[in-house]
């Protein structure tokens, strides 16, 4: 399983230190700003397609995104 834990900028080197004190942690990295904010768009994405599949949001077509480019 993996979890993603936001830590303050200031915390960071005592929280790292504290996960990878943890026998059970098997890895501790970090992502970068860049890589967080794909990530949050990929799962915003991902729970908009859950609710077109629900019927509780309609979608825009492909060729509506088009048009507005």
């Known amino acids: 399983m ?3 834990i936001d830590i303050p ?3 960071l080197n005592f929280g790292m ?3 990878k004190s943890l026998s059970f942690v098997k890895k501790v990295k970090t992502m970068s ?3 967080v904010q794909l990530w949050e768009n990929l799962k915003e ?3 908009e397609v859950a609710l077109h599949k629900k019927g509780k ?3 825009k077509s492909a ?3 088009l ?3």
């Open 2 to 4: 993996k979890v993603v």
């Open 9 to 11: 900028d200031n915390e």
């Open 17 to 19: 230190k504290v996960l």
């Open 33 to 35: 700003p860049t890589t």
């Open 45 to 47: 994405a991902g729970e």
């Open 57 to 59: 949001l309609k979608l």
């Open 63 to 65: 060729q509506e995104l």
């Open 67 to 69: 048009n507005e480019l």
